[in-house]
């Protein structure tokens, strides 16, 4: 059975750090990509961000570029968000996927999802 675990949300200052990580079983991602939406309360989920199994291609959403930054561990099957400078429209729930189309569609594998809030 394939899960994805994220992990590292929490409540942190406009202007402040955060290292989401996402933790995959069940199955390797080491070839595919993966990738990082978020949903805001009373919004539509959206992306964030995507890695290419090669780890050396990139693609952020407008709003993230320059402040936040993917990786990926593909030996440890792990996929890591470093969120700096944090904004309160930060402030949602984040999700890990993989196996999806590049950058940001049809993805297979979803996790359950991390609390990120930012005050002000």
């Known amino acids: 059975q394939v899960q994805l675990v994220e992990s590292g949300g929490g409540l942190v200052q406009a202007g402040g750090s955060l290292r989401l990580s996402c933790a995959a079983s069940g199955r390797t991602f080491s070839r595919e990509p993966m990738g990082w939406f978020r949903q805001a309360p009373g919004k539509e989920r959206e992306f964030v961000a995507a890695?290419?199994?090669?780890?050396?291609?990139?693609y952020y959403a407008d709003s993230v570029k320059g402040r936040f930054t993917i990786s990926r561990d593909s030996a440890k099957n792990t996929v890591f968000l470093q969120m700096n400078s944090l904004k309160p429209e930060d402030t949602a729930v984040y999700y890990c996927a993989a196996s999806g189309s590049w950058p940001s569609y049809a993805y297979r594998y979803w996790g359950q999802g991390t609390q990120v809030t930012v005050s002000s």
């Open positions: 890695i290419h199994w090669s780890g050396g291609r990139t």
